[in-house]
């Protein structure tokens, strides 16, 4: 066993490396991959440098240790700048805001277009061309107040 261990060399571990590798894309999940990345970096080291074999073990097992928190960092959802806090809720994105009344509030009812969109309105009797804000938002009904 420890000849096995002795005739560790530079191929062995980028062998072990490609091994490790390919199984990732067998089994995906990520783990392999970067176990891989540590046996490719003890290889590529030994290259350069001869090392024993107690030496490239133990740097293996650092580099596989520090992968872990590289992984954890690399794999964390980054928030997108782009993203809309409220995508799936438009109603109430439009709380707060202001918008002028193209057709009046009469009894109380009346509709209102925002965008491309005609919503429902309640509110106080408004003539058409009279900012109103959007105070509440109930489903796809609205309510305004004067701005």
């Known amino acids: 066993m ?10 062995n571990w980028l062998i072990f490396a490609f091994i490790l590798m390919a199984l990732e894309t067998i089994a995906p999940g990520v783990f392999l991959f970067w176990l891989g990345l540590a046996a490719l970096l003890v ?5 350069a440098v001869h090392l024993s ?6 740097m293996f097992a650092i580099f596989a240790a520090a992968a872990v928190p590289v992984w954890r960092r690399l794999a964390r959802p980054r928030p997108d700048a782009s993203a809309s806090p409220f ?7 439009l709380l707060g805001r202001e918008f002028t009344l193209e057709k009046p509030i009469v009894d109380g009812n009346g509709t209102m277009r925002i965008g491309d969109t005609v919503w429902r309105v309640a509110g106080p009797d408004t003539p058409a061309g009279t900012r109103v804000k959007v105070v509440q ?4 009904n609205l309510t305004v107040a004067v701005a």
């Open 43 to 47: 290889g590529l080291i030994s290259f």
């Open 87 to 93: 995508l799936n809720k438009r109603t109430e994105a």
């Open 53 to 58: 074999w107690q030496t490239q073990l133990v």
């Open 137 to 140: 938002v109930d489903g796809v």
């Open 2 to 11: 420890t000849d096995t261990f002795v005739s560790l060399g530079t191929w």
